[in-house]
């Protein structure tokens, strides 16, 4: 496509697909569009393994990452005492939890050590990140063949910006309001990605519709050509060229991945997606204490109720929903009904869209085939 996106990353097709499944990622880029790996959750090492196979398995194709990193990774950075954060965490919540799980037959004492020994991990996760893993994870990083690199959460530290220069790698940034992306614009950032409300995982309020022309005609007033990638809602070629015709340059999509057949989502869950309807999310801070879109379930619907919790700040409340969360997961693949019903994941609102299991390549090329139908069904609309 004639496409400043697709000139700037080397792709045949706008279309960038956020997933933190390996395999999604590879398909993606070889169909066409770019696969972009989540890898926050990555330690160095494991970010390493992750990006080699992709390497082995995009038929030289690009691809990008997206990662979390704090402003400052200079250093050591500040150390956190482990025994300290957990003791942070209140027994009221912890009771919160237990309840939920053994009004849903899921026996809370019995998995008591598990959720334990997750919260730990979890921690420990926290405290390499802030104690210099950022700035290991960034050398990995640029250690690939890496078409882009974004990050998800505010202003990408300078190191960024200035790897990204030396190795010619784009850097992109997530943002929720028209003042977040002129921020983002005037920091430095090469492509700016519009995320509307109805996305899965952290999202803002303004919805697709209104905060992708918000942005474009923003950057336009003052002159500015920083791409624009529309993300939010997005599951359909159609969508796509709505998005596009407002004056985004291509898409962000994230949900529409986890119901294909190489996503590594909970078999559960996916289940879940395929019958669900847009109504079936709910945007609520009781997962990481931040709003983000989830599917609704038991679980999340106790901490809706009146007589529920306020959810800690971030990361607390991480630390007191992930744990159960995980555990649910693992014990919905086996027989226990309470745990299937409970399981939940993040997903936005084009989850009503997502009907039916395709591959992740069937997935670009119905973007590709319904984008042309939209632009076909739109041309006819004018006089000749």
């Not at 390996?22 to 890898?39: I, K, L, P, T, Y």
């Not at 920091?187 to 509307?196: E, F, K, P, T, Y």
């Not at 809706?304 to 014990?331: F, G, H, Y």
Request: net charge negative; charged share 20%; glycine share 10%.
């Amino acid at each position: 496509m004639n496409n400043r996106i697709c000139d700037l990353l080397g792709i045949e097709f706008p279309l960038l697909a956020f997933s933190h499944c390996r395999d999604v990622v590879a398909a993606v880029s070889r169909a066409g569009g770019m696969g972009v790996f989540g890898g926050v959750n990555c330690s160095p090492e494991m970010l390493e393994e992750e990006l080699s196979w992709i390497d082995a398995h995009v038929d030289g194709k690009p691809y990008g990452l997206d990662i979390i990193v704090p402003n400052k990774v200079e250093g050591k950075g500040e150390q956190l005492d482990q025994n300290a954060v957990l003791a942070m965490i209140p027994e009221e919540m912890k009771r919160f939890t237990d309840a939920i799980l053994q009004r849903h037959g899921v026996d809370a004492g019995r998995i008591a050590e598990d959720i334990d020994a997750i919260r730990r991990e979890q921690v420990a996760f926290t405290d390499n990140l802030r104690g210099g893993t950022a700035a290991a994870i960034l050398e990995v990083a640029f250690r690939h063949p890496i078409g882009l690199v974004a990050n998800a959460l505010g202003i990408p530290p300078q190191v960024m910006l200035d790897l990204g220069k030396k190795h010619d790698v784009p850097v992109a940034a997530l943002i929720g309001t028209k003042e977040h992306a002129m921020t983002q614009v005037a920091a430095g950032v090469d492509i700016i990605i519009a995320v509307g409300g109805e996305a899965g995982g952290h999202t803002g309020e303004i919805s697709t519709m209104v905060l992708i022309p918000e942005v474009c005609n923003a950057l336009a007033a003052i002159d500015d050509e920083t791409p624009v990638l529309a993300a939010g809602g997005i599951a359909t070629g159609a969508q796509m060229a709505a998005a596009m015709a407002m004056g985004a340059s291509g898409v962000w999509c994230g949900s529409v991945w986890l119901t294909t057949v190489e996503a590594e989502t909970n078999p559960v869950v996916k289940e879940k997606m395929l019958a669900a309807t847009s109504r079936d999310t709910v945007r609520a801070r009781s997962r990481t204490g931040k709003p983000s879109r989830q599917l609704r379930s038991p679980w999340t619907d106790a901490w809706e109720a009146d007589n529920a919790p306020t959810p800690l700040p971030m990361p607390l409340q991480s630390l007191v929903a992930e744990p159960p969360l995980r555990m649910i997961d693992k014990l919905s693949q086996g027989d226990n009904q309470g745990a299937k019903d409970l399981a939940t994941y993040w997903v936005g609102q084009g989850v009503g869209l997502m009907n039916e299991q395709m591959t992740a390549g069937q997935v670009v090329q119905g973007f590709k085939e319904d984008f042309l139908t939209a632009f076909e069904r739109l041309s006819a609309n004018l006089d000749e």
